[in-house]
């Protein structure tokens, strides 16, 4: 008889399952409550009344009014509007946007294109943890300044930053100020107004949500243009027929994490540290990535010399454990990631890279095993390899 | 994304290791690439007292489609004369693979590479005569070589410039 393969989920940066009481709640609205929000009948005012209801509870969660929240399909499309959103809407003002090295694809490809279209792009630079130092964002703010875009918690290398302060920063000087909070959002309590944020994005899949729904929350009076047009929903900022179901469940989502959050973390923080000290006291060469404490309770990113990042996320699956190299999207290209090479890796130290992402179903147990494994999938790689460490 | 070929070869890699006092060693690819590859002959001769591989072994450090390649070119190249493993190119590389993704075909390129360096340094070594396809492509990855390292040289000058501890 086979034996039975070991299936641990350790990539939870990546996305994660739907939680079954998130399935729960969205169930009626496939089936009974199926209306469209915009109709007129019972069926469509069900459904309105669903999604009004969502709107306001998720407002809540960040302290926010409900009329600042508008549902989106993905994080990405979240961000995509706040930035040419932002910048359609505020040309006149100025045509200046500043984002930092480590934003998420989606950030970097959207900004590209703004500079594409004439608007000026500041990148701000980071230190070895990933930091970005508050007083740097002051000083590359200009009169013509509009936006300023930066990643709370890297999707990565998991360090957060002082969104708080940058936050101050902007507000004193008059820029729009958004983040990026698609992998903090669900895990660090969010305070819109207390932060100064302007513009929040906030993904549904990430906190065991169902895939297809995110957020942006947009601060009242904030000028922006809608990049999808057509019947008007959400405010007239986002057209297209309301995926309840999806909306719904990460309404749910969201607050079951936030009725766990300090739980979680508390657990999740003491996995995650056991887990470090233990691969760098038994491997030879290895190096945390990211901050050291100012991460994400859930990432771990390490680099380890004289490994090839995807070699070893297929050895690993090999013996049951699914882990990352640098983030999910950026794995099918050859060039190492951006953001490890913001930090000051080398490629070649890029290239050995490795993230370790925990979850709501990560257990002892299956770290336990974890550690078990990767010294022997380190130690045959670094065996075929030429450059062998004595 | 990879043939189960592939990762066959990837988790039971042949012929990998070094050898003692080999007569000749091919070293490709370069470490910020991410892929690099040596590979040691031995050679002897067979009945018709024609020179063939007659051992052969690699160390690679790289990607799954660079150990798989490194292990298929070394099955391949055994037993060999000269003359044909020579002819071994990418597509007879990938062929018992059955496919690589496009973004990993280079690696058939660089295991073909690190044969035919390692038999150029064979024949160099012991001051024979060297075919002219064989002289082109040395030539060809010195190049490549140096551009390479030019364009890191400058890439991480930059780096360092940018990201030095605020």
Known sequence: ?390 | MYTEETLRHFKNPHNYGRLKNPDGIGKVGNLNCGDVMWLYIKIGQNKKGEEIIKDIKFETFGCVAALATSSVVTDLAKGRTIGQALKIGKSEIIKPLHNLPPLKIHCSVLAADALHEAIYDYLSKNRKMIPDELKKNHQRLIKEKEIIEERYKEWVGVEERLHRRS
Not at chain 1, 235 to 244: A, D, V
């Open chain 1, 1 to 390: 008889m086979k034996k039975k393969v070991k299936r641990i989920y350790l990539d939870y940066a990546a996305t994660t399952p739907v939680d079954p009481r998130v399935m729960k709640a969205m169930q009626p609205y496939f089936t009974k409550d199926f209306g469209n929000t915009m109709s007129l009948h019972s069926f469509g005012q069900k459904a309105k009344e669903a999604l009004e209801e969502s709107r306001q509870e998720i407002a809540n969660l960040i302290n926010a009014d409900r009329k600042e929240i508008i549902f989106t399909a993905s994080a990405t499309e979240s961000n995509n509007l706040a930035l040419k959103g932002v910048a359609a809407a505020n040309k006149e003002k100025g045509k200046h946007i500043i984002i930092s090295t480590i934003e998420h694809t989606c950030i970097i490809e959207s900004a590209k294109w703004l500079e594409k279209e004439g608007f000026a792009i500041t990148r701000l630079p980071v230190d070895q943890d990933g930091m970005i130092n508050p007083e740097v964002v002051r000083q590359a703010i200009k009169p013509e300044t509009i936006l300023i875009s930066i990643i709370h918690a890297s999707n990565e290398i998991g360090t957060i930053q002082p969104i708080e302060e940058i936050g101050k920063i902007c507000r004193a000087k008059g820029v729009y100020f958004h983040t990026d909070a698609s992998q903090s959002f669900g895990k660090i309590p969010l305070d819109a107004k207390k932060m100064n944020i302007d513009l929040l994005t906030a993904s549904s899949h990430k906190i065991y949500g169902p895939k297809g729904a995110a957020l942006l929350y947009i601060r009242q009076g904030i000028k922006i243009e809608p990049l999808i047009h057509g019947g008007g929903q959400e405010f007239g900022l986002r057209s297209s027929t309301i995926n309840l179901p999806a909306i719904v469940g990460f309404t749910e989502a969201a607050k079951l994490c936030r009725e766990e959050m300090t739980k979680e973390t508390r657990r999740l923080t003491a996995l995650r540290d056991e887990l470090i000290k233990n691969v760098i006291q038994t491997i030879k060469g290895v190096h945390l990535n990211g901050h050291p404490q100012k991460r994400l309770a859930n990432n771990i990113n390490f680099w380890f010399e004289f490994i090839e990042g995807e070699s070893l996320v297929y050895s690993l699956n090999e013996l049951g454990v699914a882990v990352s190299t640098g983030s999910a999207c950026s794995s099918a290209k050859l060039e190492p990631s951006h953001v490890l090479l913001a930090i000051g890796l080398k490629p070649h130290q890029a290239h050995g890279s490795l993230r370790i992402s925990l979850g709501r179903w990560t257990t002892g147990k299956e770290i336990e095993y974890f550690l078990k494994v990767i010294p022997l999938a380190v130690e045959k790689l670094r065996g075929i390899s030429p450059f062998k460490k004595n």
